[in-house]
């Protein structure tokens, strides 16, 4: 079965074609970090007319790269939710659109799920079950993940998410747009233990996650320096935020494996780019002998291909999710959990 996925729920534009047989063909995506970066953060109308302008020259691109025809598509999976209402209805929208005008099947995909399954795209993906440490802007969450619509949640942030902790951390380091990756780089540059900062929950004794409280002693520490901070002042900031972040990512991972008795980790979300969190996590992995499994770090941030794999793994499933009556709906508040085996 070759799926296309079609990806629009906030800031990038991603098309994919998957073949349930060879795996990920092709794909392509357009980030609007560029556009946005004038704003300091993403603009939803500016975002929705932006995947309407990219959308149909992405399709022409992976045709193109995998030497597939439209002909060829059997099903077009697209993200239903959650997300930025406008931007993920364009996607269904243009999903609907060429499904009608093709004679195919669609199916919605929750955004989420995406991001779960990315790392079974690489060569050697890990079997189920595992657990999942899902890290991005709008999300931190632990889940016990015992096969393709089948999640629970062992523990999620009770404020910021991580990915936003980072964005607001660089907004008070006055770093540029998009923040996480300027704080991620900008630690590199900063002395270990210069600034201590606080892991919150660290032994709270359960999964959950909070950020805010990390990001306020951020801010008391910019203030305390005033105007008389410096690069370095700056960098090390970073590096003690960055530390304290994900040594809580880390250990929250680790207590989420021995509670479930899991020896296998799957990282996915645009923070799972971090360097120092997979370096640490990785070291975890070898002392303490268990796996641990990242998508490439081009399939990190949001995509059409983990849309396209999703689509794929959930009609080769259920068939019946397929759906040729067009009459869509966008979920822009979607809870994981709910998603229901048919």
């Known amino acids: 079965m070759l799926v296309l996925g079609i990806e629009s729920s906030c800031d ?15 794909h392509a995506l357009h980030s609007q970090i560029a556009m946005h970066r004038e704003y300091g953060g993403v603009v939803p109308e500016l975002a929705s007319r932006d995947h309407i302008r990219r959308a149909l020259p992405l399709l022409e691109e992976v045709l193109a790269k995998s030497g597939a025809a439209k002909s060829d598509i059997d099903a077009i999976a697209f993200t239903q939710g959650p997300g930025l209402a406008g931007a993920l209805l364009v996607g269904a929208s ?50 016990r993940v015992t096969d393709v619509g089948v999640y629970e949640t062992l523990g999620e942030t009770l404020d910021d998410a991580a990915g936003e902790a980072f964005d607001k951390t660089a907004k008070l380091l006055g770093l540029g747009y998009p923040g996480g990756p300027e704080v991620s780089r900008l630690a590199e540059f900063g002395t270990p233990g ?16 909070s950020f805010s ?41 680790l207590a989420a494996l021995k509670r479930t008795k899991m020896k296998r980790l799957v990282v996915a979300g645009g923070v799972g780019a971090n360097k120092q969190l997979r370096e640490t996590l990785s070291a975890a992995a070898q002392k303490r002998g268990f796996e641990v499994h990242y998508p490439d770090l081009s399939l990190c941030t949001d995509n059409g291909a983990m849309i396209a794999l999703a689509g794929a793994l959930r009609l080769a499933r259920w068939p019946e999710q397929a759906t040729r009556d067009y009459a869509f709906t ?13």
């Open 213 to 253: 409280g990390l990001k306020t002693a951020v801010l008391t520490q910019v203030k305390k320096l005033g105007t008389n901070i410096c690069e370095q002042g700056k960098a090390d900031i970073a590096r003690g935020f960055v530390d304290a972040a994900v040594e809580v990512l880390a250990a929250k991972s």
């Open 12 to 26: 990038e534009t991603g098309l994919a074609l998957y073949d349930s047989e060879r795996g990920l063909l092709a």
């Open 194 to 209: 210069a600034v201590e900062l606080p892991r919150p929950m660290l032994h709270s004794g359960d999964l959950d996650f």
């Open 94 to 143: 243009i999903a609907n659109a060429l499904a009608m005008a093709w004679n195919r099947p669609t199916v919605g995909i929750h955004h989420l799920e995406g991001h779960l399954l990315s790392p079974l795209l690489v060569d050697a993906p890990p079997p189920f079950p595992f657990v999942a440490l899902l890290v991005s802007g709008g999300h931190t969450q632990l889940m």
């Open 330 to 342: 966008v979920k822009p508040r979607w809870d994981l959990t709910s998603l229901a085996q048919q």
